[in-house]
């Protein structure tokens, strides 16, 4: 009975010890994802979800484009030049093309404002880092854990 009690006791106390903005959520996790041109477009959609924008059919292209954008740079973006050079950048925004077989076959996350099927600077390859999606819908960055004591040397 006194186990139990001490028990009830510790429990209650651990509790206490919670952040108030932690105590009862139910945060979910995406993980990273990482594209590059000739994913499917169904694959894209399966692991990113329905897109902010689209899907809209371009005519002049005659492709499908998506258009995912985050609350913060979340998409690493990544073009590489003809000389070697690979060029990486953080951005909130990607538009994705497809073709009509549903193959990706463009990215970019810099448009043209009133023809978003041309692009100033093409992507090969994104990477969408992880985020928190909050019980309210705000999706925000993961945070680091709150250090630890720190670790006992022999």
């Not at 590489?80 to 076959?105: A, C, W, Y």
């Not at 992507?123 to 960055?141: D, K």
Request: net charge neutral.
């Amino acid at each position: 009975m006194v186990r139990l009690l001490a028990g009830l006791a510790m429990a209650l106390w651990l509790s206490a010890c919670t952040p108030p903005e932690l105590r009862g959520a139910q945060l979910h996790v995406e993980p990273s994802y990482i594209f590059a041109l000739g994913v499917h477009q169904d694959d894209v959609m399966a692991m990113l979800g329905w897109p902010n924008e689209g899907p809209r059919f371009d005519r002049l292209t005659q492709t499908t484009q998506l258009v995912y954008t985050y609350p913060f740079p979340a998409i690493q973006a990544e073009t590489q030049f003809p000389n070697g050079v690979t060029r990486s950048e953080m951005v909130d925004r990607i538009l994705l093309s497809f073709d009509r077989k549903g193959l990706l076959v463009k990215m970019a996350s810099h448009t043209d404002r009133w023809y978003p099927s041309f692009s100033d600077l093409p992507v090969q390859r994104v990477t969408v880092l992880p985020r928190v999606i909050h019980p309210s819908g705000e999706i925000t960055a993961p945070k680091p854990a709150p250090p630890g004591p720190p670790a006992k040397q022999n």
